[in-house]
């Protein structure tokens, strides 16, 4: 399983960001995908997770702000980004959910994410 992020970098305060995530070695139509966050002394946090079928759930702290899709075709997942706030800085991590969906079983390398003030 191989999963590639792409599009972190630095944005200011109010701007937006997108993140893409690729993958093979999965059957993605079926597999239920992720984005978590890490930043520096925290926990790793699960922001935002799409099922197969397209239902999405977001953490309190992103909601209404972010938004998580998927392109079965392309074997991608997304997450756009909107009016960040310097909080929201951290590595972005993909991750892939096993079928019942009760564990992560792969990672992406993680890709930066710096919002300024």
């Known amino acids: 399983v191989q999963l590639v992020e792409s599009g972190g970098g630095l944005a200011q305060a109010g701007e937006a960001l997108r993140l893409s995530c690729a993958a093979s070695?999965?059957?993605?139509?079926?597999?239920?995908m992720g984005w978590h966050r890490q930043s520096p002394g925290t926990q790793r946090e699960l922001v935002a997770r799409?099922?197969?079928?397209?239902?999405?759930t977001y953490s309190d702290s992103v909601q209404g702000r972010f938004t998580i899709s998927r392109d079965n075709a392309k074997n991608t997942v997304y997450l756009q980004m909107n009016s960040l706030k310097p909080e929201d800085t951290a590595v972005y991590y993909c991750a892939a959910q096993n079928f019942a969906g009760n564990y992560w079983h792969s990672w992406g390398q993680g890709t930066q994410v710096t919002v300024s003030s």
């Open positions: 799409i099922t197969s079928g397209g239902i999405t």
């Open positions: 070695g999965i059957i993605f139509n079926v597999t239920p």
